[in-house]
Protein backbone atom coordinates (compact mmCIF):
# COMPACT_ATOMS: atom_id res chain seq x y z
CA UNK A 1 0.00 0.00 0.00
CA UNK A 2 3.07 2.46 0.30
CA UNK A 3 4.03 2.13 -3.31
CA UNK A 4 0.23 2.72 -4.04
CA UNK A 5 -0.02 6.04 -1.69
CA UNK A 6 3.30 7.45 -3.15
CA UNK A 7 1.94 6.94 -6.67
CA UNK A 8 -0.83 8.59 -5.97
CA UNK A 9 0.88 11.71 -3.99
CA UNK A 10 3.05 11.65 -7.28
CA UNK A 11 0.41 12.35 -9.58
CA UNK A 12 -1.00 15.36 -7.95
CA UNK A 13 2.38 16.85 -7.23
CA UNK A 14 2.32 15.51 -11.77
CA UNK A 15 -0.31 17.86 -12.16
CA UNK A 16 0.68 20.80 -9.83
CA UNK A 17 4.51 20.99 -11.13
CA UNK A 18 4.81 19.35 -14.66
CA UNK A 19 1.27 20.40 -15.50
CA UNK A 20 2.26 24.02 -14.70
CA UNK A 21 5.47 23.51 -16.47
CA UNK A 22 3.73 22.25 -19.32
CA UNK A 23 1.20 24.89 -19.49
CA UNK A 24 3.98 27.62 -19.26
CA UNK A 25 5.93 26.34 -22.56
CA UNK A 26 3.24 26.44 -24.87
CA UNK A 27 1.66 29.96 -23.57
CA UNK A 28 -2.42 29.99 -23.05
CA UNK A 29 -3.92 33.61 -24.23
CA UNK A 30 -6.65 33.95 -22.08
CA UNK A 31 -7.73 37.45 -24.22
CA UNK A 32 -7.45 35.36 -27.61
CA UNK A 33 -11.15 34.46 -28.97
CA UNK A 34 -11.76 30.59 -28.99
CA UNK A 35 -13.35 28.89 -31.76
CA UNK A 36 -16.86 28.13 -29.40
CA UNK A 37 -16.97 31.87 -29.61
CA UNK A 38 -15.97 32.76 -33.01
CA UNK A 39 -17.42 29.76 -34.75
CA UNK A 40 -20.36 28.90 -32.43
CA UNK A 41 -22.82 26.81 -34.92
CA UNK A 42 -25.15 25.65 -32.47
CA UNK A 43 -24.24 21.72 -32.85
CA UNK A 44 -20.75 21.22 -32.61
CA UNK A 45 -19.36 24.67 -31.35
CA UNK A 46 -20.70 25.91 -28.06
CA UNK A 47 -19.68 27.24 -25.08
CA UNK A 48 -20.30 25.32 -22.02
CA UNK A 49 -19.21 25.98 -18.02
CA UNK A 50 -15.85 24.87 -17.15
CA UNK A 51 -17.26 22.81 -14.59
CA UNK A 52 -19.15 20.97 -17.69
CA UNK A 53 -15.93 20.49 -19.92
CA UNK A 54 -13.82 19.41 -17.71
CA UNK A 55 -16.55 16.40 -16.70
CA UNK A 56 -17.34 15.50 -20.32
CA UNK A 57 -13.43 15.24 -21.22
CA UNK A 58 -13.05 13.09 -18.21
CA UNK A 59 -15.62 10.84 -19.49
CA UNK A 60 -14.59 11.12 -23.13
CA UNK A 61 -11.46 9.95 -22.87
CA UNK A 62 -11.70 7.37 -19.96
CA UNK A 63 -15.22 5.09 -19.99
CA UNK A 64 -13.77 1.79 -18.54
CA UNK A 65 -10.33 2.57 -20.41
CA UNK A 66 -8.53 3.32 -16.95
CA UNK A 67 -10.71 0.43 -15.26
CA UNK A 68 -10.29 -2.73 -17.51
CA UNK A 69 -6.99 -1.72 -18.72
CA UNK A 70 -5.80 -1.33 -15.10
CA UNK A 71 -6.98 -4.59 -13.97
CA UNK A 72 -5.56 -6.75 -16.41
CA UNK A 73 -2.10 -4.37 -16.05
CA UNK A 74 -2.44 -5.44 -12.24
CA UNK A 75 -1.46 -8.78 -13.16
CA UNK A 76 2.29 -7.47 -14.21
CA UNK A 77 2.55 -6.23 -10.42
CA UNK A 78 3.65 -2.76 -8.78
CA UNK A 79 5.41 -2.05 -12.57
CA UNK A 80 1.59 -1.27 -13.42
CA UNK A 81 1.81 1.74 -10.66
CA UNK A 82 5.05 2.83 -12.23
CA UNK A 83 3.66 3.18 -15.68
CA UNK A 84 0.52 4.53 -14.79
CA UNK A 85 2.66 7.49 -12.80
CA UNK A 86 5.14 8.22 -15.08
CA UNK A 87 3.02 7.90 -18.36
CA UNK A 88 0.33 9.63 -17.02
CA UNK A 89 2.34 12.74 -16.13
CA UNK A 90 5.48 12.62 -18.79
CA UNK A 91 3.69 11.67 -21.77
CA UNK A 92 -0.34 10.97 -21.69
CA UNK A 93 -1.29 14.13 -19.85
CA UNK A 94 1.25 15.83 -22.18
CA UNK A 95 -0.10 14.60 -25.36
CA UNK A 96 -3.55 15.31 -24.10
CA UNK A 97 -3.36 18.72 -23.60
CA UNK A 98 -0.68 19.70 -26.00
CA UNK A 99 -3.12 18.08 -28.61
CA UNK A 100 -5.88 19.48 -27.12
CA UNK A 101 -4.26 23.25 -27.24
CA UNK A 102 -3.14 22.89 -30.96
CA UNK A 103 -6.94 21.93 -31.79
CA UNK A 104 -7.54 25.07 -29.76
CA UNK A 105 -5.66 27.38 -31.83
CA UNK A 106 -6.39 26.48 -34.76
CA UNK A 107 -10.21 26.59 -34.55
CA UNK A 108 -11.16 23.16 -33.54
CA UNK A 109 -9.57 21.29 -36.12
CA UNK A 110 -9.32 17.85 -35.76
CA UNK A 111 -6.03 15.33 -35.61
CA UNK A 112 -5.40 14.44 -38.75
CA UNK A 113 -5.37 18.24 -39.69
CA UNK A 114 -3.00 18.92 -37.18
CA UNK A 115 -1.21 16.28 -38.25
CA UNK A 116 -1.35 17.32 -42.11
CA UNK A 117 0.05 20.60 -41.12
CA UNK A 118 3.01 19.87 -38.84
CA UNK A 119 3.82 16.33 -40.77
CA UNK A 120 3.11 16.46 -44.14
CA UNK A 121 0.21 15.67 -46.21
CA UNK A 122 0.93 12.13 -47.06
CA UNK A 123 0.91 11.52 -42.91
CA UNK A 124 -2.83 13.63 -42.50
CA UNK A 125 -4.05 11.01 -44.94
CA UNK A 126 -2.69 8.00 -42.81
CA UNK A 127 -3.80 9.45 -39.75
CA UNK A 128 -7.22 10.13 -41.45
CA UNK A 129 -8.02 6.43 -42.43
CA UNK A 130 -5.93 5.16 -39.10
CA UNK A 131 -7.96 7.26 -37.19
CA UNK A 132 -11.49 6.83 -38.89
CA UNK A 133 -11.10 2.85 -38.55
CA UNK A 134 -10.26 3.24 -35.08
CA UNK A 135 -13.05 5.43 -34.11
CA UNK A 136 -15.21 2.53 -35.39
CA UNK A 137 -13.30 -0.13 -33.53
CA UNK A 138 -14.21 2.12 -30.71
CA UNK A 139 -17.59 1.90 -31.36
CA UNK A 140 -17.99 -1.46 -31.86
CA UNK A 141 -15.69 -3.52 -29.40
CA UNK A 142 -17.68 -1.03 -26.39
CA UNK A 143 -21.12 -2.77 -27.16
CA UNK A 144 -20.36 -5.87 -26.55
CA UNK A 145 -20.14 -6.05 -22.31
CA UNK A 146 -23.16 -3.42 -22.32
CA UNK A 147 -25.12 -5.57 -24.23
CA UNK A 148 -24.32 -8.85 -22.36
CA UNK A 149 -25.06 -7.24 -19.13
CA UNK A 150 -27.68 -5.75 -19.30
CA UNK A 151 -29.10 -8.79 -21.28
CA UNK A 152 -28.36 -10.42 -17.89
CA UNK A 153 -30.36 -7.65 -15.82
CA UNK A 154 -33.07 -7.93 -17.87
CA UNK A 155 -33.27 -11.78 -17.13
CA UNK A 156 -34.00 -12.00 -21.54
CA UNK A 157 -34.74 -15.58 -22.29
CA UNK A 158 -31.79 -16.66 -24.02
CA UNK A 159 -29.37 -14.08 -22.01
CA UNK A 160 -25.92 -14.46 -23.98
CA UNK A 161 -27.48 -15.95 -27.11
CA UNK A 162 -27.22 -14.08 -30.26
CA UNK A 163 -30.76 -13.44 -30.27
CA UNK A 164 -30.44 -11.20 -26.53
CA UNK A 165 -27.22 -9.58 -27.69
CA UNK A 166 -28.53 -8.66 -31.46
CA UNK A 167 -31.76 -6.84 -29.57
CA UNK A 168 -29.51 -5.06 -26.92
CA UNK A 169 -27.25 -4.06 -29.76
CA UNK A 170 -29.90 -2.85 -32.04
CA UNK A 171 -30.95 -0.29 -28.95
CA UNK A 172 -27.51 0.88 -28.29
CA UNK A 173 -26.68 1.48 -31.85
CA UNK A 174 -29.65 3.10 -32.22
CA UNK A 175 -29.09 5.16 -29.77
CA UNK A 176 -25.25 5.83 -30.75
CA UNK A 177 -26.95 6.95 -33.85
CA UNK A 178 -28.91 9.50 -31.93
CA UNK A 179 -26.11 11.04 -29.36
CA UNK A 180 -23.89 11.18 -32.43
CA UNK A 181 -26.27 13.53 -35.03
CA UNK A 182 -27.87 15.75 -31.60
CA UNK A 183 -25.95 19.25 -30.62
CA UNK A 184 -23.33 18.47 -28.23
CA UNK A 185 -25.84 20.07 -25.49
CA UNK A 186 -28.58 18.03 -25.80
CA UNK A 187 -27.45 14.66 -24.38
CA UNK A 188 -23.93 14.40 -24.23
CA UNK A 189 -23.82 18.06 -22.42
CA UNK A 190 -26.57 17.13 -20.02
CA UNK A 191 -26.48 13.62 -19.04
CA UNK A 192 -22.53 12.78 -19.47
CA UNK A 193 -21.51 14.58 -16.08
CA UNK A 194 -23.19 13.07 -13.88
CA UNK A 195 -21.71 9.70 -15.72
CA UNK A 196 -18.03 10.79 -14.57
CA UNK A 197 -19.32 12.04 -11.25
CA UNK A 198 -20.31 8.22 -10.60
CA UNK A 199 -17.27 7.24 -12.36
CA UNK A 200 -14.84 9.18 -9.99
CA UNK A 201 -17.62 8.88 -6.36
CA UNK A 202 -16.98 4.77 -7.29
CA UNK A 203 -13.29 5.60 -7.33
CA UNK A 204 -13.49 6.98 -4.03
CA UNK A 205 -15.61 4.89 -2.68
CA UNK A 206 -13.25 2.51 -3.33
CA UNK A 207 -10.11 4.03 -1.98
CA UNK A 208 -11.35 4.51 1.37
CA UNK A 209 -12.17 0.16 1.59
CA UNK A 210 -8.23 0.21 0.67
CA UNK A 211 -7.33 2.86 3.48
CA UNK A 212 -9.62 0.44 5.83
CA UNK A 213 -8.52 -2.98 4.44
CA UNK A 214 -4.75 -2.36 4.09
CA UNK A 215 -4.17 -5.49 2.04
CA UNK A 216 -0.78 -6.31 1.46
CA UNK A 217 -0.20 -5.68 -2.28
CA UNK A 218 3.24 -5.85 -4.08
CA UNK A 219 5.62 -2.99 -3.07
CA UNK A 220 8.11 -1.45 -5.93
CA UNK A 221 10.79 -2.57 -3.66
CA UNK A 222 9.46 -6.44 -3.72
CA UNK A 223 10.74 -6.17 -7.41
CA UNK A 224 9.05 -5.08 -10.52
CA UNK A 225 9.03 -8.29 -12.28
CA UNK A 226 5.80 -9.71 -13.95
CA UNK A 227 3.44 -11.08 -11.50
CA UNK A 228 1.50 -12.96 -14.39
CA UNK A 229 2.68 -16.17 -14.66
CA UNK A 230 1.39 -17.21 -11.05
CA UNK A 231 -2.30 -16.61 -11.99
CA UNK A 232 -2.65 -17.83 -15.23
CA UNK A 233 -0.90 -14.86 -17.59
CA UNK A 234 1.97 -16.53 -19.26
CA UNK A 235 3.94 -15.52 -22.53
CA UNK A 236 3.44 -11.70 -21.54
CA UNK A 237 6.04 -9.42 -21.31
CA UNK A 238 6.56 -6.87 -19.29
CA UNK A 239 7.68 -4.82 -22.50
CA UNK A 240 5.97 -3.83 -24.60
CA UNK A 241 3.03 -5.84 -23.42
CA UNK A 242 2.50 -3.52 -20.07
CA UNK A 243 2.20 -0.70 -22.28
CA UNK A 244 -0.08 -1.79 -24.72
CA UNK A 245 -2.47 -3.21 -21.99
CA UNK A 246 -2.45 0.02 -19.89
CA UNK A 247 -3.62 2.53 -22.28
CA UNK A 248 -6.13 4.59 -20.53
CA UNK A 249 -4.75 5.77 -17.38
CA UNK A 250 -1.33 6.30 -18.72
CA UNK A 251 -1.17 7.35 -22.28
CA UNK A 252 -4.09 6.64 -25.01
CA UNK A 253 -3.95 7.47 -28.66
CA UNK A 254 -7.50 7.80 -28.74
CA UNK A 255 -7.39 10.62 -26.25
CA UNK A 256 -6.41 12.94 -29.09
CA UNK A 257 -9.67 11.97 -31.09
CA UNK A 258 -11.95 13.31 -28.29
CA UNK A 259 -9.91 16.74 -27.05
CA UNK A 260 -10.78 18.70 -30.65
CA UNK A 261 -14.60 18.45 -29.76
CA UNK A 262 -14.15 19.75 -25.83
CA UNK A 263 -11.80 22.59 -27.82
CA UNK A 264 -14.87 23.57 -29.64
CA UNK A 265 -16.50 24.29 -26.11
CA UNK A 266 -14.31 26.02 -24.10
CA UNK A 267 -14.42 29.69 -23.40
CA UNK A 268 -10.69 30.27 -22.55
CA UNK A 269 -7.26 28.90 -23.13
CA UNK A 270 -6.59 29.43 -19.56
CA UNK A 271 -9.09 26.21 -19.04
CA UNK A 272 -6.56 23.98 -20.97
CA UNK A 273 -4.50 22.61 -18.19
CA UNK A 274 -7.58 21.96 -15.63
CA UNK A 275 -9.65 20.23 -18.70
CA UNK A 276 -6.82 18.50 -20.48
CA UNK A 277 -4.37 17.90 -18.55
CA UNK A 278 -6.22 17.80 -15.57
CA UNK A 279 -8.73 15.27 -17.27
CA UNK A 280 -5.89 12.87 -17.97
CA UNK A 281 -4.30 13.13 -13.99
CA UNK A 282 -7.71 12.18 -12.96
CA UNK A 283 -7.95 8.96 -15.13
CA UNK A 284 -4.43 8.15 -13.99
CA UNK A 285 -5.87 8.59 -10.24
CA UNK A 286 -9.08 6.78 -11.37
CA UNK A 287 -6.36 3.84 -12.70
CA UNK A 288 -4.15 3.39 -9.65
CA UNK A 289 -7.61 2.45 -7.28
CA UNK A 290 -8.52 -0.09 -9.70
CA UNK A 291 -4.90 -0.89 -10.26
CA UNK A 292 -4.68 -1.28 -6.68
CA UNK A 293 -7.63 -3.04 -6.01
CA UNK A 294 -6.88 -5.95 -8.54
CA UNK A 295 -3.53 -6.16 -6.78
CA UNK A 296 -5.54 -7.36 -3.86
CA UNK A 297 -8.08 -9.22 -5.54
CA UNK A 298 -5.00 -11.29 -7.66
CA UNK A 299 -2.29 -11.52 -4.97
CA UNK A 300 -3.65 -10.82 -1.22
CA UNK A 301 -6.85 -12.92 -1.77
CA UNK A 302 -9.17 -10.41 -2.62
CA UNK A 303 -11.08 -12.52 -5.01
CA UNK A 304 -12.12 -15.40 -2.56
CA UNK A 305 -13.52 -12.54 -0.49
CA UNK A 306 -15.78 -11.20 -2.89
CA UNK A 307 -16.89 -14.92 -4.20
CA UNK A 308 -14.94 -14.57 -7.28
CA UNK A 309 -11.64 -16.43 -8.64
CA UNK A 310 -8.64 -15.32 -10.36
CA UNK A 311 -9.66 -16.57 -13.60
CA UNK A 312 -12.45 -13.63 -13.93
CA UNK A 313 -12.81 -11.56 -16.48
CA UNK A 314 -12.51 -7.33 -15.91
CA UNK A 315 -16.31 -6.71 -16.00
CA UNK A 316 -16.50 -9.68 -13.19
CA UNK A 317 -14.20 -8.01 -11.23
CA UNK A 318 -15.76 -4.51 -11.35
CA UNK A 319 -19.29 -5.67 -10.37
CA UNK A 320 -18.02 -8.47 -7.54
CA UNK A 321 -15.86 -5.83 -5.82
CA UNK A 322 -18.32 -2.91 -6.41
CA UNK A 323 -21.44 -5.37 -4.44
CA UNK A 324 -18.75 -6.57 -1.77
CA UNK A 325 -17.50 -2.79 -0.83
CA UNK A 326 -19.79 -0.78 -1.89
CA UNK A 327 -23.33 -2.53 -1.52
CA UNK A 328 -26.60 -1.63 -3.52
CA UNK A 329 -24.83 1.79 -4.03
CA UNK A 330 -21.82 0.61 -5.14
CA UNK A 331 -23.85 -2.32 -7.62
CA UNK A 332 -25.62 0.97 -8.86
CA UNK A 333 -22.03 2.39 -9.76
CA UNK A 334 -21.15 -0.31 -11.11
CA UNK A 335 -23.43 -0.90 -14.00
CA UNK A 336 -22.46 2.37 -14.32
CA UNK A 337 -19.56 1.75 -14.98
CA UNK A 338 -19.41 -1.13 -17.25
CA UNK A 339 -22.53 -0.14 -18.96
CA UNK A 340 -23.01 3.42 -19.47
CA UNK A 341 -19.15 4.34 -19.56
CA UNK A 342 -18.42 1.51 -22.62
CA UNK A 343 -21.14 3.20 -24.18
CA UNK A 344 -20.65 7.01 -23.54
CA UNK A 345 -17.07 6.26 -25.02
CA UNK A 346 -18.66 4.64 -27.92
CA UNK A 347 -21.20 7.49 -28.80
CA UNK A 348 -18.68 10.13 -28.33
CA UNK A 349 -16.22 7.84 -30.84
CA UNK A 350 -19.04 7.53 -33.53
CA UNK A 351 -19.15 11.70 -32.83
CA UNK A 352 -15.68 12.20 -33.14
CA UNK A 353 -15.53 9.79 -36.92
CA UNK A 354 -18.25 12.01 -37.76
CA UNK A 355 -16.64 15.64 -37.79
CA UNK A 356 -13.33 13.82 -38.66
CA UNK A 357 -14.78 12.93 -41.85
CA UNK A 358 -16.62 15.92 -42.39
CA UNK A 359 -13.94 18.10 -41.34
CA UNK A 360 -11.94 16.16 -44.75
CA UNK A 361 -15.03 15.77 -46.65
CA UNK A 362 -15.31 19.81 -46.23
CA UNK A 363 -19.14 19.29 -45.08
CA UNK A 364 -20.85 21.61 -43.57
CA UNK A 365 -22.44 19.60 -40.38
CA UNK A 366 -25.08 21.85 -39.85
CA UNK A 367 -27.63 21.10 -42.39
CA UNK A 368 -29.55 17.56 -40.58
CA UNK A 369 -28.50 15.95 -44.37
CA UNK A 370 -24.76 16.50 -44.18
CA UNK A 371 -24.82 14.67 -41.03
CA UNK A 372 -26.78 11.64 -42.49
CA UNK A 373 -24.69 11.20 -45.53
CA UNK A 374 -21.85 10.76 -43.32
CA UNK A 375 -23.77 8.61 -39.97
CA UNK A 376 -25.17 6.09 -42.54
CA UNK A 377 -22.18 4.04 -44.12
CA UNK A 378 -20.76 4.92 -41.11
CA UNK A 379 -23.00 3.05 -38.60
CA UNK A 380 -23.06 0.43 -41.96
CA UNK A 381 -19.53 -0.68 -41.29
CA UNK A 382 -19.63 -0.37 -37.47
CA UNK A 383 -23.02 -2.64 -37.29
CA UNK A 384 -20.66 -5.22 -39.76
CA UNK A 385 -17.80 -5.26 -37.27
CA UNK A 386 -20.33 -5.47 -34.20
CA UNK A 387 -21.83 -8.96 -36.54
CA UNK A 388 -18.31 -10.14 -36.56
CA UNK A 389 -17.97 -9.53 -32.69
CA UNK A 390 -20.77 -12.04 -32.02
CA UNK A 391 -20.97 -14.25 -34.95
CA UNK A 392 -17.46 -15.20 -33.87
CA UNK A 393 -16.46 -16.47 -31.20
CA UNK A 394 -13.08 -14.97 -30.85
CA UNK A 395 -14.08 -12.14 -32.78
CA UNK A 396 -14.02 -9.85 -30.09
CA UNK A 397 -10.67 -10.88 -28.40
CA UNK A 398 -9.27 -10.46 -31.89
CA UNK A 399 -10.65 -6.87 -32.91
CA UNK A 400 -9.94 -5.86 -29.02
CA UNK A 401 -6.23 -6.92 -29.70
CA UNK A 402 -6.17 -5.19 -33.01
CA UNK A 403 -7.82 -1.47 -31.27
CA UNK A 404 -5.34 -1.89 -28.10
CA UNK A 405 -2.30 -1.51 -30.44
CA UNK A 406 -4.34 0.87 -32.74
CA UNK A 407 -4.88 3.10 -29.75
CA UNK A 408 -1.46 3.22 -29.02
CA UNK A 409 0.31 3.66 -32.13
CA UNK A 410 -2.01 6.86 -33.04
CA UNK A 411 -0.37 8.52 -29.64
CA UNK A 412 2.88 8.36 -31.79
CA UNK A 413 1.44 10.08 -34.82
CA UNK A 414 -0.03 13.28 -32.57
CA UNK A 415 3.16 13.21 -30.38
CA UNK A 416 5.42 13.81 -33.22
CA UNK A 417 3.21 16.23 -34.71
CA UNK A 418 3.49 18.16 -31.51
CA UNK A 419 7.06 17.38 -31.25
CA UNK A 420 6.99 19.73 -34.66
CA UNK A 421 4.81 21.80 -33.41
CA UNK A 422 7.58 23.03 -29.96
CA UNK A 423 10.40 23.05 -32.51
CA UNK A 424 8.95 25.42 -34.71
CA UNK A 425 7.50 27.51 -32.58
CA UNK A 426 8.76 27.20 -29.13
CA UNK A 427 12.53 27.21 -29.89
CA UNK A 428 15.04 25.85 -27.33
CA UNK A 429 14.63 22.40 -26.14
CA UNK A 430 11.08 22.62 -25.16
CA UNK A 431 10.35 20.09 -28.35
CA UNK A 432 11.83 17.00 -25.64
CA UNK A 433 8.96 16.66 -23.44
CA UNK A 434 7.12 15.65 -26.67
CA UNK A 435 9.62 13.99 -28.26
CA UNK A 436 10.82 11.56 -25.93
CA UNK A 437 7.59 10.33 -24.71
CA UNK A 438 7.31 9.96 -28.54
CA UNK A 439 10.80 8.05 -28.99
CA UNK A 440 9.67 5.46 -25.96
CA UNK A 441 5.99 4.92 -27.52
CA UNK A 442 7.39 4.56 -31.00
CA UNK A 443 9.74 1.79 -29.56
CA UNK A 444 6.77 -0.01 -27.37
CA UNK A 445 3.92 -0.11 -30.35
CA UNK A 446 6.70 -1.29 -32.98
CA UNK A 447 7.93 -3.99 -30.74
CA UNK A 448 4.82 -5.43 -29.90
CA UNK A 449 3.79 -5.97 -33.91
CA UNK A 450 7.11 -7.28 -34.72
CA UNK A 451 6.46 -10.17 -31.73
CA UNK A 452 3.50 -10.67 -30.82
CA UNK A 453 0.54 -13.31 -32.30
CA UNK A 454 -1.68 -10.49 -33.93
CA UNK A 455 1.71 -8.92 -35.72
CA UNK A 456 5.01 -10.96 -36.97
CA UNK A 457 5.71 -12.90 -34.00
CA UNK A 458 9.23 -12.22 -34.21
CA UNK A 459 11.59 -12.84 -31.51
CA UNK A 460 11.93 -9.94 -28.54
CA UNK A 461 15.23 -9.17 -29.51
CA UNK A 462 15.37 -8.85 -33.13
CA UNK A 463 12.02 -7.02 -32.86
CA UNK A 464 13.46 -4.85 -30.76
CA UNK A 465 16.16 -4.29 -32.71
CA UNK A 466 14.11 -2.84 -35.79
CA UNK A 467 12.50 -0.78 -33.97
CA UNK A 468 15.02 0.79 -32.42
CA UNK A 469 16.69 1.27 -35.80
CA UNK A 470 13.71 2.78 -36.90
CA UNK A 471 13.44 5.35 -34.57
CA UNK A 472 17.49 6.23 -34.91
CA UNK A 473 15.70 7.24 -38.59
CA UNK A 474 12.79 8.81 -37.92
CA UNK A 475 14.87 11.40 -35.55
CA UNK A 476 17.45 11.76 -38.07
CA UNK A 477 14.62 13.19 -40.49
CA UNK A 478 13.49 15.31 -37.90
CA UNK A 479 16.85 16.48 -37.28
CA UNK A 480 17.19 17.34 -41.11
CA UNK A 481 13.36 18.48 -42.08
CA UNK A 482 13.01 20.48 -38.68
CA UNK A 483 15.94 21.11 -36.06
CA UNK A 484 18.27 21.81 -39.58
CA UNK A 485 16.18 24.05 -40.82
CA UNK A 486 15.21 26.47 -38.02
CA UNK A 487 19.22 26.32 -36.65
Not at 8 to 16: D, F, I, P, R
Not at 215 to 224: A, Q
Not at 243 to 272: D, V
Not at 409 to 419: D, E, M, P, V, Y
Request: hydrophobic share 55%; charged share 10%.
Amino acid sequence: MISFLISLCALVLGYLLYGKFVERVFGPDPARTTPAISKADGVDFIPMPAWKVYMIQFLNIAGTGPIFGAIMGAKFGPSAFLWIVLGCIFAGAVHDYLSGMMSLREGGVNLPELGGKYLGNGVKKLMLGFIVLLLVLVGAVFVYSPAIILGDIAGMAGSGTTTSMMIWVAIIVAYYLVATMLPIDKIIGKIYPIFAFALIFMAVGLLGGLLVKWPSIPEFWDGLQNRGPSIGMEGQSIFPCLFITIACGAISGFHATQSPMMARCMKSEKLGRPVFYGAMITEGLVALVWAAVSSYFFFDGGAAEVGSDLSAAAPTVVTKVSNAWLGVFGGILAILGVVAAPITTGDTALRSARLTLAEALRLDQKPLGNRLKICIPLFAVVCLLIWYNIADENGFNTIWRYFGWANQTLSIFTLWAITVYLAKNKGKLWYMIAEIPAIFMTVVCLTYIFTQKIGFGLPLGIGLGISLIIVVILNVVFFVKVLAKRN
